[in-house]
């Protein structure tokens, strides 16, 4: 290994990396604080020290040339490393310190941050929390770019190599407009009882949706033509009758806070998801984070039972 001097640094590499995202030097300047002709004169320092032309530029658009898609990826690789290795660093030290990043979908954020986010305040109160509310697949694919470190995610939808560990089950409940023949009953519900019942469901996209389009199709449960893009939505469209829709039971205290649904349960085997913390199987963090987990799982656990 040359331990000579290197031509390059890694805050030209994150300049690179932010022009390629952005596809333009002006709004990467903006992205990483500092003034444009700045962020332009690192850039160029960068290409002469490697000897490539890593962006085509002219006054409407910048475009990242062949040899600098491959650069670029690379240079995401190596900040990936560094921050890393800083996480490494201060897990030595001073474990879930500073700031984290944390990836929550949006059908567990609004029904577990309130009870999760102030329990790890209380017990790491050194640790700044950054949530980032996404998509599954999208907080897959940051964390794996390096740009999360954590994700609050169902363990049913598509994780990778991520390593886990669980918080807990949330079963999935049947919400019903009470004139609905299901809504006039109580009690546990077998889940054959949905064959040729019309169902709401959320968009594409949404984990939830796949684990609920999963259970339709193994009962015959037929999906309306309506997408929700979130939980509200769909228990609000329920209350008007536009059909029956399925919920994780996490949400019926927020969405059905008026008490006008009627919530009934599935007899087992209950259909659920389980809720995990994921991260990146090499992260220097793991440690750090089994023992955050263990925090959040007692905090689901008092939620849950109210």
């Known amino acids: 290994m040359n331990f000579g001097a290197y031509p390059l640094t890694l805050r030209q590499l994150q300049y690179a990396l932010a022009v390629a995202e952005a596809r333009s030097f002006r709004r990467a300047a903006q992205l990483c604080l500092v003034s444009q002709p700045s962020l332009s004169a690192q850039i160029a320092e960068l290409e002469r020290s490697l000897g490539v032309q890593l962006f085509e530029r002219d006054r409407r658009q910048v475009l990242v040339t062949p040899a600098g898609e491959e650069l670029v990826e690379r240079a995401r690789q190596m900040l990936m490393l560094a921050e890393d290795l800083r996480a490494a660093a201060a897990s030595r030290g001073e474990p879930l310190t500073g700031t984290l990043r944390v990836g929550v979908i949006p059908t567990i954020g609004p029904y577990l941050l309130p009870d999760i986010d102030p329990a790890l305040r209380m017990a790491y109160p050194e640790l700044t929390l950054r949530w980032t509310e996404d998509k599954t697949e999208l907080l897959v694919e940051k964390i794996v770019r390096g740009e999360l470190d954590v994700l609050l995610v169902a363990l049913e939808s598509e994780l990778g190599s991520l390593a886990y560990e669980t918080i807990g089950e949330d079963p999935f409940v049947l919400a019903a407009p009470r004139e609905h023949r299901l809504g006039k009953k109580s009690g546990p519900l077998r889940v054959s009882t949905l064959a040729a019942e019309q169902v709401l469901l959320l968009d594409d996209g949404h984990c939830f949706r796949d684990q609920a389009l999963e259970l339709c199709a193994r009962t015959g449960a037929e999906e309306l033509g309506f997408r929700a893009?979130?939980?509200?939505?769909?228990?609000?469209?329920?209350?008007?009758?536009?059909?029956?829709?399925?919920?994780?039971?996490?949400?019926?205290?927020?969405e059905n806070r008026r008490g006008l649904l009627t919530i009934r349960e599935f007899t087992k085997p209950r259909p659920k998801r389980t809720l995990v913390l994921a991260w990146r199987r090499r992260s220097p963090l793991a440690q750090s984070l089994k023992a955050l987990t263990a925090v959040a799982r007692e905090a689901y656990r008092k939620a849950i039972q109210g």
Not at 239 to 253: D, F, K, Q, S, Y
């Open 229 to 254: 893009t979130s939980l509200a939505t769909l228990a609000q469209m329920a209350l008007g009758g536009a059909g029956v829709t399925i919920l994780p039971r996490i949400a019926v205290e927020v």
